[in-house]
Antibody
């Protein structure tokens, strides 16, 4: 079955960087678009970024554009999120999620499987 | 940006029908997907393409989408359906995934 396991979260000071990882198994990772979605404590879901199956397409939410970078290594079945210039408001549980399709960027884009998340706390 | 509006909360007695709405301008022209998130758990896709159910999702879950409102309907509500529910679309004008603010379903 599909498994997504995030790691790399922790406590970090404002302005610092952190890299999240998501290891996938149970499906052909290199055939699907992948997303990062976050959820601040007690708040709703906020979409962060998407990358197509081959890495040729990526898109970011407005609140992280220019600070976060999504990437993937299909040989290692791993999705990454490099987070820089972190702010207090970036504090959240970060989920990686598999798209139903290869591009991850279409009207039919939906998140069929989710990991359990990794917690990022930005605090001085 | 495209904004999806959901009621903050919906309450329903066991065995009754819960309806959770998701409003936006001409949302009927978009494909709407719905997620269920129980406390302390990751979201789970329960409806896609407005009204399709992934395998393993009970038939009690259904959806519709027309005009300015999409609706998730849960029939014969059970205590185990208590959760937060989120609608989602793809905004083609920005190439962004957009989530609604979420609705907390309380089973009385």
């Amino acid at each position: 079955q599909v498994q997504l396991v995030e790691s790399g979260g922790g406590v970090v000071q404002p302005g610092r960087s952190l890299r999240l990882s998501c290891v996938a198994s149970g499906f052909t990772f290199g055939g699907y678009g992948m997303h990062w979605v976050r959820q601040a404590p007690g708040k709703g879901l906020e979409w962060v970024a998407v990358m197509s199956f081959d890495g040729s397409y990526k898109k970011y939410g407005d609140s992280v554009k220019g600070r976060f970078t999504i990437s993937r290594d299909n040989s290692q079945n791993t999705l990454y999120l490099q987070m820089s210039s972190l702010k207090v408001e970036d504090t959240a549980l970060y989920y990686c999620a598999k798209d139903a399709h290869s591009t991850g960027s279409s009207s039919s884009s939906r998140l069929t499987n989710w990991g359990q998340g990794t917690l990022v706390a930005v605090s001085s | 940006s495209y904004v999806l509006t959901q009621p903050t909360s919906v309450s329903v007695a066991p065995g009754q029908t819960a309806r959770i709405t998701c409003g936006a301008n001409q949302i009927g022209s978009n494909s709407v997907h719905w997620y269920q998130q129980k406390t302390g758990q990751a979201p789970v896709l329960v409806i896609f393409y407005d009204s399709d159910r992934p395998s393993g999702i009970p038939e009690r879950f259904s959806g519709s989408n027309s005009g300015n409102t999409a609706t998730l309907t849960i029939s014969r509500v059970e205590a185990g359906d208590e959760a937060d529910y989120y609608c989602q679309v793809w905004d083609s004008s920005t190439d962004h995934v957009v989530f609604g603010g979420g609705t907390k379903l309380t089973v009385l």
